[in-house]
């Protein structure tokens, strides 16, 4: 559908579509697979919008395609992929900062809805749309833990999972010198400041386990 075209067209995710694993645009193509796909969803009286293809969910903060896609081994099927709606419309998908001051580092110990559990956590968060990276990594930290940033170093792109995301996260060196405070508003209770090598025995000891983070 021309949503779903349109989408495609938006900050290059379709690609020049030469690369080894394709996605099938035509229109032809898609409903032949589409009802091939509806014939065993039927048999095994499944939801018939499993057969989707095009944009299967669209929010205000994430849009999740199904693309029909063609390997080099010339099977083809319906995979998701999942993008940040910031990221679709101009902005930085997302940013991760790494809170610096005094040669440690600062931990969140952050609660999370997708996990229902506490994680030690860097300060991160959305992209919005329209918003740089460097400016939407000023805010977290300003929103996060009180404090304004001194100076950020970029380190680069980040995907958090690339059999499932889009999402190419910023990261970002947060240098700081004002004393931060924990935000329990957002579900934060507590703050800790940890030199490196203590932070890399709580990710060997699995104490974080927040991907960004580690």
Not at 75 to 81: A, D, H, L, S
Not at 111 to 125: L, M, N, Q, Y
Not at 178 to 192: F, K, S, T, Y
């Amino acid at each position: 559908n021309v949503a779903y075209d349109d989408f495609l067209k938006l900050r290059g995710i379709l690609g020049d579509n030469n690369d080894p694993i394709k996605i099938i645009t035509e229109n032809g193509d898609i409903e032949s697979w589409k009802q091939q796909r509806l014939a065993a969803i039927h048999k095994k009286s499944l939801p018939e919008d499993w057969a989707d293809i095009g944009i299967v969910f669209n929010d205000p903060y994430v849009v999740i395609l199904r693309d029909l896609v063609e390997f080099p081994g010339g099977f083809r099927g319906g995979y998701i992929r999942l993008y940040n709606r910031a990221y679709l419309e101009g902005g930085a998908a997302g940013v991760v900062t790494l809170p610096v001051k005094d040669g440690k580092i600062l931990l969140m110990h952050n609660f999370r809805h997708a996990t229902r559990a506490w994680h030690w956590e860097v300060p991160r968060g959305f992209g919005e749309p329209g918003v740089a990276a460097e400016v939407q990594a000023r805010a977290e930290v300003r929103e996060e833990i009180g404090v304004e940033v001194d100076e950020l170093v970029d380190l680069g792109l980040y995907f958090n999972n690339t059999g499932l995301e889009g999402n190419p996260i910023t990261l970002f060196l947060a240098r700081i010198t004002a004393e931060p405070v924990a935000n329990p508003n957002i579900g934060v209770d507590q703050l800790r400041w940890v030199p490196i090598e203590e932070l890399e025995g709580m990710i060997a000891q699995a104490e974080i386990t927040d991907g960004f983070t580690i």
